[in-house]
């Protein structure tokens, strides 16, 4: 009776696909496992946002808002990483259209030697100086020649004022991937977030790339005879919001500004849209306090108009809270009446009535005429007459450098100061380096973890139990326990980079770890197995990866601190006495965190096999088309390491790696 019940349950527990080896459960407590992760980020983030208002509100004085400001300006300049030292443009007008009221000329400049930016200036006919108006694009496929685009910089020429519009990368003339037959290759987005997946490593970012680009071409503006240099204003719509935010709060130049539909806060865009593309994250913001209100904050008091609309995908609620906040703000500097914000009852996209409402800010601060500007009708060019280079991508031009190139060309300079620092540091030197630059705990830092057993049953003399195991007091993660009726071998804590239940199938490679005496506790880390979300084709699970990186905690990291937990655990419970040490299995994308454990307290494991995992972060960085290495890579990490160094640090004698994938999950040549 005993053995048929065995069997049954047995049938039950582990049938050939491993369906009913799930652990979170209604009856587990845990009705949506996909929405552990994003719960338990959103969770962290919510404490985050706590502090940084909290620290707002004792801001009393001008010195203090002055020193506010001060020190996130200089936190966001730290976090975008070092900005070149600034070249020539070798800028050329490449034609000229006269136009009613205002002529255009397209032009094109390097704002690195050899990465050409493609632009239209729009100047007013008239007596110059004019003020000049920086416009960045949001995310359209023709860039500068998008319809809002063209009228917002139409309107500003109409009243006196200098507009120069231009491509950014992605976008219009200025893919950086094209297909055979001269094509972009991606949309604006998945292109920036490829550029960033490389990025992320060296300390940069896509949005460090984005924001050079807008500086160099407020050089450019600010260069031309018929522009003032000390009227420079900006705007944008979307992501030129985003870009208008970024260069209001860290050029100095800009006098006036007016993002537009962006600037909500990043505690309702946490709650509701969630992050962006990669340009639109800075690494660690949200965890060191610096909120998308602080964008306005950081130039204060310096002329600021929020243009939004109601119905904006980018939260009306924290429009209207970051504007509070910065009225707030400007009024404790002694001046209230320059920030504003215009709200039109409408969806996404800046419209004839806001684009009004921000010519006459410009207007105001820039030329000190205080009239109402209504927005007419005017003719718009077509996408030809707006090109600027011969092919109509900057890419085709003899010795064009892309955003990809540079990654490269930074790795390049990382490997030799990587190679100087391991060859005068002593090892315990650089797991404290680590951890600093990763956010990783000591493990005796670490909580324990909590267990609850959910189900228990016997296959073949094997005990298997069903547990959730929480190494955090809002993470449960999923666990499955394969005690051997034997006296087990050394134990092993295995993490699957596509679940636990593929991996513990009949005759699978679980299943040969216990017929050969091992006790296996199988680990689904947060977002892999049963907390995992359908993942995007090219990025995988990017919505948790870029939330973790806006914490300044990013999945690596948690994943480490999790394999650590477990490894402590799950030695604890193989041993009457002293703990023992754990084998480590990893697959997949859980390998680059298994490394890490390893090498951060290699006392806890005796040895680890990593299997199907991404060879190298440089790889990620050398290849532009990557696939699934988002929650891979670690902001900055290349300054100081790269995956094959957590080898020799945890012993090479000790780490077996098997089957190494390249950046696009193909194994490795």
């Known amino acids: 009776m005993n053995t048929l019940i065995s069997i049954c349950l047995a049938s039950l527990l582990i049938p050939a696909d491993g369906t009913e080896l799930r652990v979170l459960t209604p009856e587990s407590g845990i009705t ?79 704002s690195r030697p050899g990465h050409h930016v493609t632009a239209i200036l729009y100047l007013p006919n008239g007596t110059p100086p004019f003020p000049g108006v920086l416009v960045a694009c949001g995310h359209s496929a023709n860039g500068k020649a998008a319809d809002y685009n063209q009228r917002m910089s139409i309107l500003l020429a109409k009243h006196g004022m200098a507009a120069l519009c231009y491509d950014p990368i992605g976008q219009g ?9 001269h094509k972009p290759k991606y949309g604006s987005t998945d292109e920036h977030t490829m550029a960033g997946i490389g990025a992320i490593p060296l300390g940069w970012s896509t949005a460090t790339f984005r924001i050079y680009d807008g500086m160099r071409s407020i050089d450019y503006l600010a260069s031309r005879p018929e522009v003032d240099p000390n009227r420079i204003g900006c705007t944008g719509c979307s992501g030129g919001g985003t870009m208008t935010s970024y260069l209001m709060a860290l050029d100095e130049r800009v006098a006036c500004a007016a993002p537009a539909c962006f600037l909500t806060t990043q505690e309702r865009l946490v709650e509701t849209l969630g992050p962006q ?20 904050l950081m130039r204060a008091p310096k002329p600021t108009l ?55 800010w410009m207007q105001r601060w820039m030329l000190a005429k205080d009239e109402h500007v209504e927005e007419p009708d005017f003719p718009l060019f077509t996408d030809e007459q707006l090109t600027c280079t011969p092919q109509g991508q900057v890419m085709l031009l003899p010795d064009e450098r892309s955003v990809f190139d540079f990654n490269a060309a930074r790795a390049d300079l990382l490997r030799q100061q990587r190679s100087e620092y ?19 705990r000591k493990l005796d830092e670490l909580r324990q973890v909590e267990s609850k057993n959910v189900a ?74 049963e907390t995992k979300r359908e993942p995007h084709a090219l990025f995988g699970d990017w919505t948790n990866a870029f939330l973790a990186y806006l914490l300044g905690k990013p999945l690596v990291a948690m994943r480490t601190e999790n394999i650590l937990q477990c490894a402590r655990y799950l030695a604890a419970r193989n041993s009457a006495g002293e703990p023992q040490p754990v084998y480590l299995v990893a697959t997949g994308a859980c390998g680059v965190a298994a490394l890490h454990a390893a090498a951060l307290e290699p006392q806890l494991f005796g ?63």
Not at 333 to 355: A, I, K, Y
């Open 32 to 110: 949506s496992p996909t929405e552990v992760l994003p719960e338990y980020l959103k969770g962290l983030a919510r404490e985050a946002f706590k502090k940084r208002r909290d620290r707002y509100e004792q801001l009393k004085s001008p010195e203090q808002c002055r020193d506010y400001a001060k020190s996130m300006r200089e936190f966001f300049l730290r976090q975008i990483g070092p900005l070149p030292e600034k070249q020539p443009l070798n800028a050329q007008v490449v034609g000229k259209i006269e136009a009613d009221g205002y002529h255009i000329e397209k032009v094109i400049f390097e």
């Open 173 to 181: 003339e200025r893919s950086q991937l094209l297909t055979p037959d």
């Open 277 to 296: 593309d990669a340009e639109q994250n800075i690494a660690g913001q949200i965890g060191f306090g610096m909120e998308q209100t602080d964008y306005v």
């Open 306 to 360: 929020i243009c939004s609309t109601t119905r904006d995908f980018f939260d009306i609620q924290g429009s209207w809270d970051t504007f509070r906040q910065a009225k707030r703000f400007y009024g404790r500097l002694g001046f209230p009446e320059r920030v504003d914000l215009v709200e039109d009852d409408s969806q996404h996209g800046v419209t004839p009535m806001n684009r009004g409402t921000l010519t006459h």
């Open 422 to 440: 391991w060859s005068k540091t002593s090892p315990d030197e650089a797991r404290n380096a680590i951890r600093a630059a990763t956010a990783i």
């Open 456 to 529: 228990t049953a016997q296959r073949d003399g094997v005990k298997i139990e069903k547990l959730v195991l929480k190494p955090e007091p809002n993470l449960p993660v999923a666990a499955l326990l394969f005690t051997p009726a034997a006296a087990a071998k050394d134990a092993v804590l295995y993490v699957a980079g596509d679940g636990m239940q593929q991996d513990a199938k009949v005759d699978g490679p679980i299943g040969r770890l216990v017929a050969e005496g091992h006790m296996v506790l199988a680990v689904d880390l947060p977002g892999f197995g």
């Open 607 to 669: 040895n680890a096999k990593i299997q199907g995992s991404v060879s190298s972060w440089e790889q990620v960085v050398r290849t532009p088309e990557t696939k699934n290495q988002l929650v891979n890579v670690v902001h900055n990490a290349l300054t100081l390491y790269d995956l094959p160094d957590l080898i020799q640090l945890a012993g090479a004698d000790k780490v077996t790696v098997v089957e190494p994938c390249d950046a696009t999950g193909q194994p490795a040549k």
